[in-house]
């Protein structure tokens, strides 16, 4: 048993890295560190256009909206055709292939204040 004990901590010993190669990745990652570092704080101190940020805004509502809206549509449609076909909402919509959203956790996110 002791034999086995030594012989693992010679294969360990062996296949860790030298003190050059252990200075040489500490360097490599002391470099990639302060190279990270200043893209932080490049990124830190940008600031975004205000009207850039607006038109954002804008266009996430508007497209929000109309999800909403085409959403409302299709389910009233297909609402009409389930009364008609006297089966449920959810049969209708596998025969006619409609994904809904909550068969994938997906929920219509929220207006997004223009007061920024």
């Known amino acids: 048993q002791e034999l086995k004990l030594l012989k693992q901590q010679v294969n360990e010993l062996q ?11 500490i360097e ?4 990639e560190t302060e190279l990270k570092k200043n893209k932080l704080s490049n990124i ?13 805004i ?12 085409r959403k409302m549509k ?7 055709m389930s009364e008609g076909m ?9 025969e006619v292939g409609v994904e809904l959203d909550d068969e994938y ?3 219509i996110p929220k207006t997004i204040s223009d007061r920024i």
Request: glycine share 0%; aromatic share 4%.
């Open 58 to 69: 804008t266009l996430h509502n508007k497209y929000r909206s109309l999800w909403s809206n």
């Open 28 to 31: 490599e990652l002391s470099n």
């Open 105 to 107: 956790n997906v929920t």
């Open 15 to 25: 296949t860790s890295l030298t003190d050059e190669e252990l200075i040489k990745k």
């Open 44 to 56: 830190s101190t940008k600031s975004i256009d205000k009207n850039a940020l607006k038109n954002a």
């Open 86 to 94: 006297n089966k449920n909402r959810k049969s209708v919509c596998n």
């Open 74 to 80: 299709c389910m009233d449609v297909i609402d009409m």
